[in-house]
Nanobody, 120 residues
């Protein structure tokens, strides 16, 4: 079994910052890409940022220069530092990981989501 557990969401004022964390645990041999997605009310889930196992990154245009994705491979954890938050960043944020299990199965695992609300 492989699980992803997110933390760090909450209520923040416009212009503020939050840091999301997501830790993978279980029968893990290796984690390839890790990423963050978000889904706002009434909208489809969209990619926020992705980071490869060698720490190459890619961002949605809407968050470039404000959000930073990083990972700690020793802890199987991915982070999302969010600065200069805007009301339109309000959404449920989901982490995702492409995992190779110890039984050599390829697993696409999602976290349950953490709510980020940007409001004054």
């Amino acid at each position: 079994q492989v699980q992803m557990v997110e933390s760090g969401g909450g209520l923040v004022q416009p212009g503020g910052s939050l840091r999301l964390s997501c830790a993978a645990s279980g029968s893990i041999l290796r984690i390839n890409d890790m990423g963050w997605y978000r889904q706002a009310p009434g909208k489809e889930r969209e990619l926020v940022a992705v980071i490869t196992s060698s720490s190459n990154t890619n961002y949605a245009d809407s968050v470039k220069d404000r959000f930073t994705i990083s990972r700690d491979n020793a802890k199987n954890t991915v982070y999302l530092q969010m600065n200069s938050l805007k009301p339109e960043d309000t959404a449920v944020y989901y982490c995702n990981a492409q995992i190779i299990s110890r039984s050599y199965s390829a697993i696409n695992r999602w976290g349950k989501g953490t709510l980020v609300t940007v409001s004054s």
